[in-house]
């Protein structure tokens, strides 16, 4: 997939995997989005880029969660209690709306053949659902692929445990095998996260949709209902929230880390609903 650059004039031109030849100076159509000449350079560059960290990623990397750049080697690491692929799932809506259908073909294969849930060690609830039930989910409602939707339901009742609290806000760690939960060590006082478990609402709302089963509705929505009902200092969300008492362990306010995507998907969960969902 070469890029043809020349003198930095718009006469550039990309052979897409479908074998469609974009050409700059005409304007660029992807997806049935439509850019002019100008964002044309800047959209072919993000392909571009997306195309180079994706041949890399496959070359040093493929199965493992991330690719090293530096070593050049794979990476597992301990977030995603040891699920495997995690780069290739949160990939696989990028490739496809892109029109990488070589690189989306080569991803969906692996996920058939190759992605294991049947695991057994402690994966964050967050990182878990924003990668693997996020990317699972996306590529099902591009694609309508059927395995996507029985992988990411499956994979969606492995995190239920995780909200066996007093409260109902799950705590952030969860042995994906055995169903037991735990706060972060370095979490204060035992507390949950407000970027944490305010970050499963989207993901949650479409497990119920495409489960049938209202659980998962019913879980991110006691979220709500606790946050709706607790004292917020200066009208303000704390980022450490105990899940037993439902009390903010302290009044620590942050939008940007611990706190950042909660307010994200407020936004994002409020259009969801057609904007009928309440956002206090």
């Not at 993901?203 to 489960?211: D, P, Q």
């Not at 057609?274 to 206090?280: A, F, G, V």
């Amino acid at each position: 997939m070469p890029l043809i650059l020349s003198d930095q004039k718009l006469s550039f031109c990309l052979a897409l995997s479908n074998s469609t030849t974009i050409e700059l100076c005409l304007g660029l159509e992807l997806c049935g989005f439509a850019f002019s000449p100008l964002t044309s350079l800047s959209a072919l560059f993000m392909l571009q880029m997306m195309k180079f960290a994706w041949d890399n990623y496959k070359r040093y990397a493929w199965g493992k969660n991330e690719l090293r750049p530096l070593t050049k080697n794979g990476h597992i690491g301990n977030m995603f209690g040891g699920l495997r692929g995690a780069s290739i799932i949160d990939s696989l809506d990028t490739l496809y709306i892109m029109g990488l259908m070589e690189e989306y073909n080569d991803a969906k294969e692996w996920v058939q053949t190759s992605l294991d849930l049947n695991s057994n060690g402690e994966a964050s609830l967050f990182e878990v659902n924003i990668r693997y039930v996020g990317g699972l989910l996306s590529a099902y409602y591009l694609t309508g692929e059927e395995f996507y939707k029985k992988k990411v339901v499956e994979l969606g009742e492995k995190l239920l445990p995780a909200f066996n609290t007093p409260t109902g806000i799950p705590r952030g760690v969860i042995n994906l095998g055995s169903g037991t939960s735990w706060s972060w060590g370095w979490a204060s006082a035992g507390s949950s996260i407000l970027a944490e478990f305010g970050t499963l609402h989207l993901e949650f709302v479409h497990l119920s949709e495409l489960s049938r089963n209202p659980i998962y509705t019913e879980k991110v929505m006691n979220i709500r209902k606790v946050l709706n009902k607790i004292e917020k200092p200066h009208g303000l969300y704390p980022n450490f929230l105990s899940p037993v008492s439902g009390n903010w362990v302290q009044h620590h306010v942050s939008i940007g880390g611990l706190g950042d995507s909660f307010y994200e998907y407020l936004i994002k969960s409020y259009l969801m609903s057609d904007k009928r969902l309440k956002l206090t």
